[in-house]
């Protein structure tokens, strides 16, 4: 089946820039996506891109996408307290959404 | 009405209850979806449900049984669950646009 990899652990200063990455293999992926995930919580999904771009900004969210080697990062920007979470990359393709593992994010005070 | 509700937030059930989750959405969307999800995992897809029929299973026990009644609502009922299966039972829905839009989850504990 589709795989989806991601880093587990990542560890930034407040205010710093976070940049969590995934690769994917599903080369029918039309839309790839970030979800955010609070402690107890669901799932929120952050932002989204289509593949046919290569980038999108929404406020403190840049997400980039490498279709050629099929790579997806997201980058926070200032990154405060609150952004602390698990966040899941995922893909569609063909098939329903398939997520990664997910990137626990720690913020450091 | 951009939300999909899911109602318990938290279920406690014995191994020999049977009880429903369910799952409402008022967003048009015609494919409906049950996830599972362990802790400090990702979620698992069990059940996809296209304009009201079941699509797709993932191979779950048949103490798991999902229901669609209308495109608005999907039930998962639950008899003789097992210890292994607690965990947070997620529905998401997704319509001709970009992304699925989950529930916030049934946390379920089997004791």
């Known amino acids: 089946g589709e795989d989806v990899e991601q880093s587990l652990f990542l560890s930034v200063r407040e205010g710093d820039s976070s940049v969590i990455n995934c690769t994917y293999t599903?080369?029918?992926?039309?839309?790839l996506y970030w979800y955010k995930q609070e402690p107890g919580a669901g799932l929120q999904l952050l932002t989204y891109?289509?593949?046919?771009?290569d980038m999108k900004q929404d406020q403190r969210l840049t997400v980039l996408l490498n279709k050629k080697d099929k790579h997806l990062s997201l980058r926070i920007a200032d990154t405060q307290t609150g952004d602390s979470a698990i966040y899941f990359c995922?893909?569609?393709?063909?098939?329903?959404?398939?997520f990664g593992k997910g990137t626990r994010l720690s913020v450091i005070a | 009405d951009t939300e999909v509700t899911q109602t318990p937030k938290h279920l406690v059930m014995g191994m020999t209850n049977k009880k429903s989750l369910k799952c409402e959405q008022h967003?048009?969307?015609?494919?409906m979806y049950w996830y599972k999800q362990k802790a400090k995992k990702p979620p698992e897809l069990m059940f996809v449900?296209?304009?009201?029929?079941?699509?797709i299973n993932e191979s779950v026990p048949s103490r798991f049984s999902p229901e669609c009644p209308n495109s608005s609502l999907l039930n998962l009922h639950l008899h003789a669950l097992q210890p292994e299966d607690s965990a947070l039972y997620l529905c998401?829905?997704?319509?001709?646009?970009?992304?699925?839009?989950f529930g916030s989850g049934t946390r379920l504990t089997v004791v």
């Open positions: 599903d080369s029918s992926s039309t839309y």
């Open positions: 449900y296209s304009y009201e029929k079941l699509s």
């Open positions: 891109i289509f593949s046919n771009m």
């Open positions: 995922a893909e569609r393709g063909l098939a329903p959404l398939v």
């Open positions: 967003m048009g969307h015609r494919a």
């Open positions: 998401a829905s997704s319509g001709s646009n970009y992304g699925y839009t």
